[in-house]
């Protein structure tokens, strides 16, 4: 299913001033505002499909993962440079690396998504961090998370809870 | 920062495990020959707490040790769901397998953290931690490298930690490193063939 851009949800807005995102992927509150400007042209222009949205189940104030698939069916590029969500205090994008037997993880400050291509997050690569939960994240319960774009918009995701 | 050596001396002996059995290669990398686990207990402690798993009790069990930290999202995880695949792949097998996660953050993970987080992957699932002072020795007698990146007075820090589940035998003796991303069913493969 193609989730076209659209309006900012009502709780990321309100949410977003509360946000303040650690590790170099940091919500800029006037961009969460520009993106309730109703603007079709961007609209019609970039064409975002977020798609197989999941995250791991975890207790409140502890740490989670969300994975998914975005793929950019559009003819311009476009960036994620920020993340939203109700669910946590903080969110990024990370990628997690080996290097000589031993795990890192680092945030990506921004996440690009050239035209036509898919991008994946998934375990052992990149993945969006959710850190000090809010609430806990039961099996079977969903996670709004907002990725804040370059072009202005803001792509709505909803993340299914489940054990891998 | 100290190199991985152990690490290394293993990745050397991969083509070695791998001529040895060359007609079905193992998914984990074998050490061979295998060497006597490092201890695993705080050091100067004369009495462990019953609670805290040490490896020198386990003699008996093949035990798969894992070095993590209960806020990592996204490999911590990923090993222990291997982990839990593996353990539902073995069956009756599974008699005689320990499966222990050992948190390497002091700051932020009690012993009690460490279970309860491995339990929530497989209620068979044990966890430890270490303090500060005692977790230095273990990572010394490892041959591994775990400390915090960012700053571990702020909530978000990370901690770079082991990438391979290690796995002793039932004579003490470190015989494979399973490296993050193994399935479960190939995880299982391995261990039957190891006993
Ligand atoms: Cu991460």
């Known amino acids: 299913m193609v989730i076209r851009l659209r309006k900012i949800f009502a709780v990321f807005a309100s949410g977003v001033a509360a946000l303040a995102c650690g590790g170099g992927a940091d919500v800029d509150p006037s961009r969460g505002a520009r993106a309730t400007d109703d603007d079709p042209t961007v609209a019609a222009a970039v064409t975002l499909e977020a798609r197989e949205a999941w995250a791991r189940p975890a207790d409140s104030g502890a740490t989670s993962a969300a994975y998914l698939v975005l793929a950019n069916r559009g003819t311009t590029a476009d960036t994620v440079v920020g993340l939203v969500t109700e669910a946590a205090e903080s969110a990024a994008v990370h990628q997690t690396m080996q290097r000589e037997g031993t795990m890192h993880m680092s945030a990506l400050p921004v996440l690009p998504l050239p035209a036509g291509a898919e991008v994946s997050l998934a375990p052992l690569g990149t993945h969006v961090m959710l850190l000090r939960l809010r609430r806990a994240l039961r099996a079977g319960d969903t996670v709004a998370i907002g990725l804040l774009l370059a072009s202005g918009d803001t792509l709505p995701v909803s993340a299914v809870i489940r054990a891998p | ?195």
């Open chain 2, 1 to 195: 920062m100290r190199p991985p050596r152990l690490v290394s001396l293993l990745l050397a002996s991969i083509g070695l495990g791998l001529s040895a059995c060359a007609e079905r290669p193992w998914h984990g990398i074998v050490l061979d020959p295998p060497a006597p686990a490092p201890p695993l207990a705080a050091a100067g402690v004369a009495e462990e707490p019953a609670s805290r798993f040490t490896l020198a009790a386990a003699r008996g069990s093949t035990v798969l040790v894992y070095f993590g930290y209960t806020h990592c999202p996204d490999v911590c995880p990923t090993t222990l769901a291997d982990w839990a695949r593996a353990r539902r792949a073995l069956g009756a097998d599974t008699l005689g397998v320990r499966w222990v996660f050992v948190s390497v953050d002091p700051t932020r993970d009690t012993p009690a953290d460490a279970a309860a987080y491995a339990r929530q992957f497989h209620p068979t699932f044990e966890g430890t931690a270490f303090t500060d002072a005692e977790l230095a020795p273990v990572l010394r007698d490892w041959s591994i490298a775990a400390y915090p990146e960012g700053d571990p007075r702020t909530p978000d820090y990370t901690v770079a930690h082991p990438a391979h589940s290690f796995v002793v035998d039932a004579e003490g003796r470190l015989r494979l490193m399973i490296p993050p991303g193994v399935h479960g069913d190939s995880i299982a493969e391995d261990l039957r063939r190891l006993r």
